[in-house]
């Protein structure tokens, strides 16, 4: 019998999430790895607008949530590795400063 073990490296990666917020709000982000018969685990390097670089180890998909205190437009990528290989997406997010209306009470 012969068994034959080969890696399959990465071939892409998208970054789902919000593409709007609002300052100081939380927002959920997931990068998920293509094909799913990728070599794992993968390792996934998130960096964002304003914030530390964050290194994960995880299988095809790895979620992150991120919070800005400027408005503007926010940049995320994500660079994922496995079997000699690297991907990389970006994922843009324009953060507005909130609109606050004075409470009147009668």
Do not use: C, M
Request: hydrophobic share 40%; no cysteine.
């Amino acid at each position: 019998h012969t068994l034959n073990i080969s890696d399959e490296p990465p071939t892409g990666v998208t970054i789902d999430g919000p593409s709007a917020g609002l300052v100081s709000l939380t927002y959920p982000f997931t990068a998920t790895v293509r094909p799913i018969t990728v070599t794992q685990p993968l390792t996934y390097v998130w960096v964002a607008t304003g914030q530390a670089p964050v290194t994960h180890t995880n299988h095809l998909s790895e979620g992150i949530t991120y919070a800005w205190n400027a408005q503007g437009t926010q940049a995320i990528t994500v660079t994922a590795t496995s079997a000699g290989a690297t991907v990389t997406a970006t994922h843009l997010v324009t953060i507005n400063q909130g609109v606050f209306l004075p409470l009147i009470v009668k």
